[in-house]
Structures are given as structure tokens and as C-alpha cells.
């Protein structure tokens, strides 16, 4: 479906005194974001293949609910305003005026519309084979989490540092709407998408935050724009 823009490898170990941390380093891996909603026609079947997408180690994908076709029958009961104005950002970018759903990013960088797993998948592949421009490490102790990063190359900074969680699966009975009568899984349901900090990209990244809760957490330095994603990495 179509939306017009408005012009406008874990490890764990103990810790002296008991704590124990999760310590995860970033591997050559994709975040994959997709765009959709409960109220899309044309988005079951990139749900289902982002659910088939989420058991790839080498790929973090992470589901996105839009809120603009909410007033056609049914609201999705995990759309935010904030992922609509994060698609609309990505439009914006490129200086396109549509969205659509589904729709999905690759690496911050490709842009995918409509349903098309095997475009998907060849992008996922040519961006496992390009090289890392950072390393990114990142350990959690109860509720602080400690982010460390380092240029491996030349890269033009700012780059954004986000902290996303998610929900990692829910069935949902659609009962109104163009989706009236379907039992949906949706899988890697974002809930939060924080921009944390800014790193200029010379010097190393060092820094702390907070994360409460069991949902799992990733963190992505991604240059402004939003644009490419250098590194990525998730601690469950």
C-alpha cells in the first residue's frame, strides 16, 4: 500500500561481588527494518517472510508498525507515530514524497517496496560481503549497559547511536479491516527506538545507559540522514 508524504558471539561471565554480564561483540551482521501495518492487505506475506528472516544469526530484523492506515477499519495494536515519522525521515532522505507498506530498509541504505523477499535477500548477502567501517562491543550488567566503539576506517561522522527494543513475537487476531478474520505472527515488534548519543566517529565511543526489562536490546551507530547503518549488535 501507498502513503503520500506531507511536504513537509555472546559471552558470559561472572563479575567480582556476584554480578554476572553479557558481553557482545558486533559480527558482520544487516539490520533489517520493515515498515508495515495490521491494517495492510499487502503486508501478511512480508510478515511471514520476516519471521522466516529472524532466524538468521547474521541478520537483526526489526518490525516497524505504522499508524497511517489505522483509520480504514482497524488499529494496529503496536503502531507508534514515531515509526511513521522514521519512514517519512527515510523518504525524506532521498527526497521522495511516498511511503509505502510493506517497505524495507536494508542497512539504513536500500530501500525495498512491496513484497520482494528475493531482492531482500540478495542486498542482505552483498552488504554481509562489504567490509566493517567499525567495531562495536557492547556489555550489559543488570540494568546499565556500556557501549564501546571504534573507528576501523575512515567514516563521516555524526553517526546517530541508538538503542532499539523489541518484542520478539505475538499472535494477533485481526478482527475489522482489510485483514478481518487473519491470525497474524509478528515477529522482532519494535517498542522503543531511542536516539541515545552522537558520536563524531574519530576518537573511540564510550558510554553508558540504562535498560530495564527482559525485552531484548540492540544498539545501532547509523550515519545522519537516517543513512547507512556501520555496526550493529544484540544483547537478548
Known amino acids: ?28 551482521v544487516v539490520v533489517v527494518e520493515l515498515y508495515t501495518s495490521q491494517g495492510c492487505s499487502s503486508c501478511p506475506p512480508a510478515d511471514a517472510y520476516f519471521t522466516a528472516l529472524a ?22 495494536t503496536f503502531a507508534n507515530p514515531k515509526f511513521t515519522d522514521r519512514q517519512k525521515a527515510y523518504a525524506h532522505a532521498v527526497g521522495s514524497r511516498t511511503i509505502y507498506t510493506p517497505q524495507m530498509i536494508v542497512g539504513g541504505r536500500d530501500r525495498v517496496e512491496g ?6 535477500t540478495e542486498l542482505i548477502r552483498e552488504q ?21 566503539a571504534r573507528p576501523i576506517a575512515a567514516i563521516n561522522g555524526p553517526v546517530r547511536v541508538q538503542l532499539v527494543r523489541y518484542r520478539p ?4 487476531v485481526i ?17 522503543s527506538w531511542q536516539m541515545i548519543g552522537e558520536w563524531p ?8 545507559t540504562e535498560v530495564s526489562g527482559d525485552d531484548p536490546a540492540v544498539v545501532i551507530l547509523q550515519q545522519d540522514g537516517p543513512a547507512d547503518i556501520l555496526a550493529a549488535a544484540r544483547i537478548e
Open 169 to 172: 513475537s505475538e499472535d494477533v
Open 55 to 76: 532466524e538468521d544469526p547474521r541478520v537483526i530484523p526489526l518490525a516497524l508498525h505504522v499508524d497511517y492506515w489505522d483509520y480504514i477499519g482497524w488499529e494496529d
Open 1 to 28: 500500500m501507498r502513503h503520500i508524504v506531507s511536504a513537509a558471539c555472546g559471552l558470559w561471565f561472572a563479575l567480582s561481588g556476584g554480578a554476572v554480564a553479557q558481553t557482545v561483540s558486533s559480527e558482520p
Open 115 to 120: 513484497h520482494q523477499p528475493d531482492l531482500v
Open 128 to 148: 554481509l560481503l562489504a567490509a566493517q567501517s567499525v567495531a562495536l562491543v557492547m556489555q550489559r550488567t543488570g540494568d546499565r549497559l556500556h557501549i564501546q
Open 201 to 208: 566517529g574519530a576518537a573511540p565511543l564510550d558510554m553508558q
Open 175 to 191: 478482527e475489522h479491516g482489510e485483514n478481518a478474520g487473519m491470525t497474524v505472527r509478528y515477529t522482532n515488534i519494535v517498542t
